[in-house]
């Protein structure tokens, strides 16, 4: 565990700029688990893909995931799409004709060995945050979105 020195005082903190920070946070994030998930051949969207299909016994309906992912990050329909096929094309999924789409046996090994790597992502993440203040920073958030006539939602 490394040692970690808060650059600002809590007076200094106040006045400091949230859409700074909270985009600072999102980034740096972000790019860590982009980082990690890269190491295994996978963009975020394709590890969103086989994590939505991790139970889906019989598969789910490709217009169905694409209509649950396409707001996270703004990825949109155009990327999901592409992402799918592309999983497709590395024999991680199948599709039937119907547009179901499940992951095969080596789908759900790529998938087994991402979910372990995401808790050590999310591990080193959080390291030194209790999680009432993980909670409480995200329901500050969540504030600051409704105040401004925002929406944010993650399933």
């Known amino acids: 565990m490394t040692t970690f020195t808060y650059s ?17 946070a999102g980034s740096a994030v972000v790019h860590h ?8 051949g996978l963009t975020q969207p ?7 299909l991790a139970d889906a016994r019989d598969g789910r309906d490709r217009t169905e995931v694409v209509t649950l992912l396409r707001g996270y990050l703004d990825t949109g329909d155009g990327a999901l799409l592409h992402d799918i096929g592309a999983l497709h094309d590395r024999g991680l999924i199948t599709e039937d004709a119907a547009g179901r789409i499940a992951l095969t046996d ?12 995401q808790k050590k992502v999310r591990a080193e993440i959080h390291e030194g945050i209790t999680d009432d203040e993980y909670v409480r ?16 939602w993650h399933h």
């Not at 394709?46 to 939505?52: D, G, H, K, T």
């Open 46 to 52: 394709q590890w969103w893909v086989l994590a939505q």
């Open 137 to 152: 920073a995200l329901k500050v958030l969540q504030r600051m979105i409704h105040n401004v006539g925002g929406t944010a």
């Open 8 to 24: 600002h005082s809590d007076t200094a903190l106040v006045d400091q700029p949230i859409g700074y920070w909270s985009s600072a």
């Open 33 to 40: 688990i982009r980082a990690h998930l890269a190491e295994l």
């Open 106 to 117: 080596e789908g759900h090994a790529l998938r087994s060995r991402a979910a372990e790597r």
